[in-house]
């Protein structure tokens, strides 16, 4: 009896994590959504207490929710001061955009060298997503997505460390990229992508190097020219 009691009071529990889990990300989609349609400017303080009432929900959900948001640079936590929409300058974007390209071209051909059916197929499943959330105008996937592109090729060859570096760098532009990347070049993107894979499926190493070198080029120019420097 008693086993099953703890059984019983697991399955709550667990229970519990997954409707919190659920609730938090219900709260940062709304959020990233409010970013997005500028309904909440860089730099404005987001306030537990408020947020809680708005959403009916614990500060800890809310807390929880903005935490994970400071982690995608969407959301500046400041000790005893509280939590920020981040204000990132296009400055910033453009160093990201440099480091970038000295670690993902190089990546690009080291890939297409490794590359093997199932890991281009895996990119290929990756790249249906991605369609996807244009298609849906869902811009917080879709810029979820665009970015993590380029960390499942460094996953996919085995190189861990440079997911993680390139995981940070894409998430310090994230949120110019939630802001100012239209529908439009989201559509650009993501067709770029399709065509990077297409030459890693070929073994073209000079092509993939070209097209990766111009696919970032591009999204730094819709960056740049279309954003404020906050």
Request: aromatic letters at 4%; hydrophobic letters at 45%.
């Amino acid at each position: 009896m008693q086993t099953q009691a703890k059984c019983i009071q697991f399955l709550h529990q667990t229970q519990d994590h997954t409707m919190d889990n659920s609730t938090t990300d219900l709260i940062v989609k709304s959020l990233t959504k409010a970013i997005v349609e500028h309904r909440l400017e860089p730099g404005s303080k987001l306030a537990e207490q408020k947020l809680a009432d708005h959403f009916g929900v614990s500060r800890t959900l809310i807390r929880r929710a903005l935490l994970r948001m400071s982690h995608n640079r969407l959301v500046r936590m400041e000790p005893s001061r509280g939590a920020f929409v981040a204000s990132p300058s296009v400055e910033e974007a453009k160093q990201v955009f440099a480091v970038r390209r000295m670690l993902e071209l190089e990546m690009a051909v080291q890939f297409t060298r490794a590359a093997t059916p199932q890991k281009i197929k895996t990119l290929k499943a990756h790249l249906a997503r991605e369609a996807a959330a244009v298609n849906a105008h869902d811009a917080a996937t879709r810029t979820e997505l665009l970015g993590d592109f380029h960390v499942r090729i460094a996953e996919l060859l085995g190189n861990f460390v440079l997911a993680e570096l390139l995981r940070e760098l894409i998430s310090r532009c994230a949120l110019i990229t939630l802001m100012y990347q239209s529908t439009q070049d989201a559509e650009c993107s993501t067709n770029e992508h399709n065509a990077i894979v297409a030459a890693m499926e070929s073994k073209d190493e000079a092509l993939v190097k070209q097209l990766m070198a111009h696919h970032l080029d591009d999204v730094e120019r819709s960056l740049t020219f279309t954003s404020h420097n906050w």
